[in-house]
């Protein structure tokens, strides 16, 4: 009986291990591709905001400062010639003064 409790240990443990390691390389993935590609941080505006947030905070706690307004600047100036808002947007705080 002990056997087969230290093989089922095992593999819960090796279960949870490959969890990890696809989480972590999911997470690298994800944010190499907001960082390189301001079109897909623009996707994720519109369907996962709040994953795009933590992108911003990340970055900003790292001390990379600009990418939020720049972000911004761009989407909202591609919608000055609409008659539409961007209510994708209304998430983003305004421009902050750098200190």
Do not use: C
Request: glycine share 8%.
């Amino acid at each position: 009986m002990a056997y087969s409790l230290e093989t089922l240990a095992k593999k819960i443990f090796k279960g949870i291990l490959v969890a990890e390691l696809m989480g972590t390389f999911g997470a690298y993935f994800l944010f190499n591709k907001m960082n390189t590609s301001q079109d897909f941080r623009q996707t994720m505006s519109k369907k996962f905001p709040f994953i795009l947030e933590v992108y911003y905070k990340s970055i900003e706690q790292s001390g990379i400062y600009g990418t939020r307004e720049q972000d911004q600047e761009k989407w909202l100036g591609t919608k000055k010639g609409s008659s539409r808002s961007a209510p994708h947007l209304s998430y983003l705080r305004p421009l902050r003064e750098e200190r």
